[in-house]
């Protein structure tokens, strides 16, 4: 329980702020495209190794990458967007990793895959984490300006320099990065769960990026104990519970929460007094 919870803080510290910066891009799906991305380059790892964290990670980084390469590449050299050819890429990936495990492991191997085991992280599990979190908070420190402008006008930032492609390639980098490391414990189809909820939920609760990060953050490791806690009192298994104790936080917010949560929006409106 315990590598467990150290597990989930490294990933709600770096994954949630990535998140955040997804949903202000407007690019809350394709990180989910991503997550079904790196499961061909999982599957490979397995077979090529057995149930290996490092060699599924491996496989995933580099499957994870080159969707995204290739997707970028074809949208800038073919009339299909972005996002359409992310979706091709996403549909074939899903449908070859689950060929590739099914050919050679067994149902239980598949769930392990899909679903993750956040119980079982050891380890190699938990550097592997810490050092990805670290990394993402080292890269979103570098790249801060540059995303914060993408956010707000991308063409003012293709415009006044080159930095546009580059800052583009490295955000998906760190996005493919967060989305193994959740692979790791929360599995392939539940990666992005705590990337994006505690994200969107955040709207609800700041409105610029100096109180969403940090908000996004605090909902995630709520999320997290929560959902450990819901697990091991009730038996249930752990990935789900921890998505669904953010989905909760995301309802709760989407009523209460002060920045245009419903039930503050249908209270009437204060009159201005001279």
Request: proline share 4%; with cysteine.
């Amino acid at each position: 329980m315990r590598r467990a919870l150290a597990g989930c803080v490294a990933l709600s510290v770096g994954a949630a702020p990535v998140g955040v910066f997804l949903t202000l891009r407007r690019m809350s799906l394709m990180s989910e495209a991503m997550s079904h991305a790196i499961l061909p380059g999982a599957a490979i790892g397995f077979l090529w190794a057995g149930l290996s964290l490092p060699a599924m990670t491996l496989g995933g980084l580099v499957a994870g990458l080159a969707v995204a390469l290739l997707s970028g590449l074809i949208a800038r050299s073919t009339v299909l967007r972005e996002d359409a050819s992310l979706a091709a890429f996403y549909l074939i990936s899903l449908a070859a990793g689950v060929l590739l495990i099914s050919a050679r492991g067994s149902s239980i191997d598949l769930l392990h895959i899909l679903f993750g085991t956040v119980l079982a992280l050891d380890d190699d599990a938990l550097v592997l984490l810490g050092g990805i979190a670290t990394v993402t908070l080292a890269g979103l420190a570098v790249a801060y300006r540059p995303l914060v402008m993408e956010c707000v006008d991308p063409l003012f930032l293709r415009s006044v320099g080159r930095a546009s492609g580059p800052v583009h390639y490295g955000f998906l980098a760190l996005v493919v990065l967060n989305l193994v490391g959740g692979f790791a414990a929360l599995g392939t189809l539940l990666a992005v769960g705590l990337m994006l909820l505690p994200a969107i939920t955040a709207r609800f609760w700041a409105l610029d990026l100096s109180g969403l990060m940090p908000a996004a953050v605090i909902l995630a490791l709520a999320a997290s104990v929560a959902g450990l806690l819901v697990s091991y009192y009730a038996s249930l298994p752990t990935g789900p519970a921890i998505v669904l104790a953010a989905g909760v936080l995301y309802i709760a917010s989407m009523l209460l929460g002060p920045r245009g949560g419903l039930v503050w929006r249908l209270l009437p409106a204060r009159h201005l007094e001279a």
